[in-house]
């Protein structure tokens, strides 16, 4: 007697069918993570954003409405941290862009020992923000920083310059240390656009005598165009999220000068523990981003993107 | 031809003159890291040690309890064990995913997949609040393994979408033939697939590392001991608190970027098919 008779024999699943349920089950870990860590928390910071949650351990958490983002948008520490912001993407994207197109010409043109020049250039990618941040409030320090000490030893300057005391000047050189280690992370982006242009279309201009700025405007540029449009948009995603930097350069000081939206969002959630506030504002920060991220994704479909 | 050769001499003076400007800063840390203090202090500052000073380097490796150098060191092994299982753990999950992603079909496969590059899109800021409660109610703050399960769904979307754009470029027929001799989708993805992709597993391998090695915020808010705080946040707590022996500041930094530079160096050739893979594809 056995009961595998009674069993009905397994059911062959058309090819679409089995695909579904392949699908689902190598999807699953990834869903559950992403799920669980990002998409759940995002939806429980967006609750609470419409309460008034004053402390980690309140017990009252008063139901508020939009009363969260009305404040946020009417302070104006909230429009200065924009303010900074904007000016830091601005200066920072540019700053990055240009330097990185030209690192990523000299990445690609014929040099000796190539290899090597590529490895030194990978090297600030590699360090970490952190130590990167630490390194530069070294450089700047305005006692000991070997930046002073190089220029009044070269007879650059006669005194001594607070490179980090100043709230405008701090922002700058924020902003340089960014760079630093930001721009051959777009070079090598943007070698990989170069690598893939065709090199008979190079061929053929240099026959027609073509000169080199004539050959960087209506070949390579176009060509690197969706590279550029989405290291655009990704490094503005970056500069609205930058942190890091700020917290081990400056803590956002000094007289707030270097207190960019997320930083601002920081202080307000965590310093002056107040979570209601700090959700609004995050949601502040997510809506700029998600419109930033249908550009890029539009790009990427104009870029005829593969996957999608 | 001599046009030529002008522009070649040009541009390796070029080469030179961005390798210097990468490097002085790197290498001024270093030297501080060996100088002895009154050098660092004294002005006009001295650039060539008067002697060379082991002992930032020895305080960190063996201080004693409680000392800079056990923080340090707790973090650096805390840093490996975290930067260690993110790898893995978004390799498994981002090959199984990437997989499906790449060659089979099923209902809303393009809304899942744009769901998950939106997710690496958000700002962590906007993470933290609920994950903090989140994570208290699970007794995982100031935990590793609470570390590790932030930190991998941050790295997920990223090796997923990197993952699936190499898989693709992986031509249909080698995996058919494997299956016409009676390997299993799975089979074929293991024996076809992730051998054919070895460039594209090394690209992920190396942005997830370095995305774990370099992750700052989650490990600030969610650690507050020894006994999982990670090297980013030692680092900037001894940067705050010794202001002024930068020298020990810069031992530490180096230290803690030496893994993750070595590991950017020997993948290197793998960062631009990496960069390609992970947005537009050539």
């Known amino acids: ?308 | 031809m001599r046009n030529q050769r002008r522009n070649s001499i040009l541009l390796h003076i070029a080469a030179v003159v961005v390798s210097i400007l990468i490097l002085l800063p790197f290498a001024w840390m270093v030297e501080a890291s060996f100088a002895p203090q009154r050098d660092l202090v004294s002005r006009p500052m001295r650039w060539i040690p008067s002697e060379i000073d082991l002992s930032r380097y020895v305080e960190i490796f063996q201080g004693g309890e409680g000392s800079v150098g056990s923080t340090f060191r707790a973090a650096m092994l805390n840093s490996t064990i975290v930067a260690v299982s993110v790898v893995a753990l978004a390799m498994i999950v981002g090959v199984l995913g990437a997989y499906a992603f790449a060659r089979l079909k099923f209902p809303f496969r393009k809304a899942t997949l744009l769901t998950f590059l939106a997710t690496y899109m958000l700002p962590q800021i906007a993470l933290l609040i609920p994950l903090y409660f989140i994570l208290n109610s699970l007794g995982l703050l100031n935990t590793l393994v609470g570390l590790i399960l932030v930190d991998s769904s941050l790295v997920i979307p990223f090796t997923l979408w990197i993952l699936s754009n190499y898989f693709v470029t992986i031509p249909d027929e080698l995996e058919e033939a494997a299956r016409i001799d009676g390997t299993s989708r799975v089979g074929a993805l293991f024996r076809i697939i992730l051998p054919s992709a070895k460039p594209g597993i090394f690209a992920a391998m190396m942005f997830a590392f370095l995305l774990a090695w370099d992750e700052f915020m989650y490990a600030l808010i969610f650690t507050s001991s020894d006994a999982a705080k990670t090297l980013p946040v030692a680092i900037s707590e001894f940067a705050g608190r010794y202001t002024t022996d930068f020298g020990l500041v810069a031992a530490g930094g180096i230290l803690a970027a030496i893994p993750p530079i070595v590991i950017a160096v020997i993948f290197q050739r793998y960062v631009v098919s990496g960069m390609s893979a992970g947005a537009v594809k050539g």
């Open chain 1, 1 to 308: 007697m056995t009961k595998l008779a009674t069993v009905a024999p397994p059911r062959r699943r058309t090819g679409r069918e089995s695909q579904k349920r392949l699908a689902f089950w190598l999807l699953l870990p990834a869903a559950v993570a992403v799920f669980g860590i990002i998409i759940y928390p995002i939806a429980r910071t967006l609750i609470i954003s419409f309460f008034e949650v004053e402390s980690a351990l309140a017990t009252e958490t008063p139901f508020v409405g939009i009363d969260n983002y009305v404040e946020a948008l009417s302070s104006s520490g909230f429009w200065a941290a924009i303010g900074r912001t904007l000016y830091f993407t601005v200066v920072s994207t540019a700053l990055e862009l240009t330097l990185g197109m030209m690192l990523a010409m000299l990445l690609n043109a014929r040099l000796r020992m190539r290899w090597l020049f590529r490895a030194i250039v990978v090297l600030p990618w590699a360090v970490p923000t952190i130590v990167n941040a630490a390194m530069w409030k070294g450089i700047f320090n305005a006692q000991y920083g070997s930046l002073n000490a190089a220029l009044t030893q070269l007879g650059l300057t006669d005194e001594y310059i607070a490179w980090l005391g100043d709230p405008f000047l701090a922002l700058n050189m924020v902003i340089l240390a960014d760079a630093w280690k930001t721009t051959p992370l777009v070079a090598f982006f943007l070698l990989a656009g170069l690598t893939a242009i065709n090199p008979e279309i190079y061929e053929s201009a240099k026959i027609d005598r073509a000169s080199w700025p004539r050959i960087f405007r209506s070949i390579t540029l176009p060509m690197l165009l969706p590279s550029i449009s989405i290291v655009l948009v990704l490094r503005t995603v970056e500069a609205f999220k930058a942190f890091d930097i700020i917290y081990a350069m400056t803590r956002g000081g000094p007289a707030n000068g270097t207190q960019t939206i997320a930083y601002y969002t920081y202080v307000r959630a965590f310093s002056d523990q107040n979570f209601g506030m700090g959700s609004a504002l995050s949601y502040i920060i997510v809506i700029v981003i998600l419109i930033l991220t249908t550009i890029y994704l539009r790009m990427l479909r104009r870029s005829e993107m593969s996957l999608l």
